[in-house]
């Protein structure tokens, strides 16, 4: 282990090492999800570090809009909208979590019921549907809702260290 002290601060930071003195990796990275039917937040969890690495927006019409078609033909429209929206979800949690950092769990969070019917879809690898630690409800969704959702996750995340 070596221990790393600021100059005239009092924080420290251990890094821990190998025999040979290599960095080794933190264990656990956790990914988290803050879905809205606006807008997608992607963050990641690693030892003491917070990173949203992406925010997806929807582009979806609200529940109402002016005339021109029929409630039931809005309606499909908008589901199939909603699917395309959660496929693209599915693709950068995807890269996210499985391609450029291997999480050992997700945290679902967002406003409302668009989260429980993602999560519904299995779209998501089920390695990822697996690995769901917890779905949390929050105020916000996006890069605010991301940091909302760990801020609420914090006793399921009691062995990862996170920033103060």
């Known amino acids: ?35 809205d039917a606006s807008e997608t937040g992607i963050g990641i969890v690693e030892g003491s570090n917070f990173d ?19 409630a039931r033909r809005f309606e499909r429209l908008r589901e199939m909208e909603m699917n395309g929206y959660f496929h693209r979800i599915a693709d950068y949690a995807y890269k996210a979590f ?9 945290i679902i969070g967002g406003p409302g019921y668009t989260k429980s019917e993602f999560i519904k879809t299995k779209l998501l690898d089920y390695r990822l549907q697996k690995s769901i630690i917890t779905v949390i409800d ?7 809702g991301a940091r909302e959702t760990l801020d609420k996750s914090e006793e399921f995340l009691k062995d990862i260290r996170l920033m103060e």
């Open 52 to 70: 949203v690495v992406n925010v997806l927006t929807s582009g979806i019409a609200g529940k109402h809009r002016a005339g021109g078609q029929s």
């Open 138 to 144: 929050t105020a916000y969704s996006g890069a605010e």
């Open 1 to 35: 282990m070596i221990l790393i002290a600021d100059s005239g601060s009092t924080k420290c930071h251990w890094i821990l090492c190998d025999q040979k003195g290599s960095i080794l990796k933190e264990e656990k990275t956790i990914g988290i999800l803050s879905i």
């Open 98 to 106: 499985l391609e450029e950092k291997e999480v050992a769990g997700v």
